[in-house]
């Protein structure tokens, strides 16, 4: 979830009614602030968008402009994870990708899908106003998505926190992004994303940023445990890290 501008540290929500940061439980709220406490280091860290060289190859493999990516880093991905996201989709090629969190990664996944051949691309946001300015940031460089503004609800499965209110997907997704809701919404609020590894097709991978957070670390464990059917393995090359899953053949 993000724009092209710059970003502070931490993630926009509070303007955002449809968070529904309102109705959060103390048992919530407590994990926050208990979380928060040790992930500090994470965001710290998170600020740093990659280098520039790495920036300016990214661009050049996709054939974009050195403008293309402006101000990476804080709670955007960085561009280790952007360039993880196009070996990939340069190596399996898939024909449906599912984003939840719009920004640069929407911008690069296009990109990347049509120098490899085609497929389509859906990206779910809770910000109307950040769908908006990536589908004319998109349409700048000629390409186009499956962009949704979506509301969040209570997390399905028994998840804590926010889910997208995402309505029925296709079967047979190839490829999907988690980068998204925000940790302040709930540490492990991403963990709802497993109610949708049903529709992953055989081979396909799901990518969570962000994942060398405390939270994520903890989500990361028990969808190893729910889902033998998945193998899953960290990859430390960007400045967040990155969960790998591949749904087993």
């Known amino acids: 979830m993000t724009t092209r501008e ?66 990476l880093g804080s709670w955007k991905a960085d561009a280790g994870l952007l360039s993880l996201v196009v070996d990939h989709i340069f190596e399996a090629r898939p024909k449906l990708v599912v984003e939840f969190g719009t920004g640069a990664s929407t911008l690069v996944i296009a990109k990347a899908l049509q120098l490899a051949g085609g497929g389509e691309l859906i990206s779910f946001e809770q910000h109307a106003d950040f769908v908006d300015s990536t589908r004319r940031w998109l349409a700048e460089h000629g390409l186009e998505a499956d962009l949704r503004a979506v509301p969040l609800r209570p997390s399905p499965e028994g998840w804590p926190g926010l889910w997208y209110a995402h309505g029925p997907l296709p079967d047979a997704i190839d490829m999907m992004l988690i980068d998204g809701p925000p940790w302040t919404i709930h540490p492990l609020t991403r963990g709802a994303a497993s109610s949708l590894f049903d529709h992953i097709a055989p081979g396909g991978t799901v990518f969570l940023d962000d994942a060398a957070r405390p939270g994520e670390r903890l989500v990361a464990r028990r969808w190893r445990k729910a889902r033998p059917d998945f193998a899953f393995r960290m990859w430390n090359g960007g400045t967040k890290g990155t969960l790998i899953g591949t749904r087993r053949s």
């Open 6 to 71: 710059a970003t502070k540290l931490l993630p926009r929500i509070g303007e955002t009614p449809v968070i529904g940061s309102g109705d959060r439980s103390v048992g919530d709220w407590a994990a926050l602030l208990a979380f928060g406490a040790v992930t500090w280091p994470w965001l710290l860290k998170g600020l740093n968008g990659g280098s520039e060289e790495a920036r300016t190859a990214l661009l050049e493999r996709l054939a974009l402009p050195p403008d293309a990516l402006p101000n």
